[in-house]
């Protein structure tokens, strides 16, 4: 891509619909609607796992995500320049057995794919996140 392409995206809009996303995916991860949280899955993560399979696989996890304030934390950004489609989001995130203990705080790396005018993410590693 060239210089004069590069000035035409918009990094700080990028920036701010990946944040929005990758917010309302964990509320939804958290509040255990994983149908909803299963929409916004890309379409190649979909082909490797069916609606059916992603919800019973969430509802099974012995963790979860940690109280509010715990859940999530220092929100970073990266939007890759070659490929406007494609951006990565850090954030520390908590997690809490669903049954007593205490939490763990790990920090994550997710990919947002652009598909359809919608930011989408990999199904796999939501599913790989502490079991």
Not at 34 to 47: C, H, P, V, W
Not at 84 to 100: D, E, F, H, L
Not at 111 to 123: D, N, P, S, T
Request: net charge positive; glycine share 8%.
């Amino acid at each position: 891509m060239g210089y004069f392409a590069l000035l035409f995206i918009n990094i700080g809009k990028i920036e701010s619909e990946v944040t929005d996303t990758f917010k309302t995916i964990i509320s939804l991860w958290k509040e255990g609607k994983f149908e909803a949280l299963y929409e916004y899955g890309t379409l190649s993560s979909k082909t490797h796992v069916g609606k059916e399979s992603f919800v019973l696989q969430m509802g099974n996890k012995t963790w979860g995500l940690a109280s509010s304030w715990e859940t999530i934390r220092d929100i970073e950004i990266k939007v890759d320049i070659k490929h406007p489609t494609s951006a990565y989001a850090s954030a520390k995130i908590g997690y809490r057995p669903k049954v007593g203990g205490d939490p763990i705080f790990r920090t994550e790396t997710y990919r947002f794919i652009l598909e359809m005018g919608q930011w989408k993410i990999e199904l796999s590693k939501i599913l790989k996140a502490v079991k």
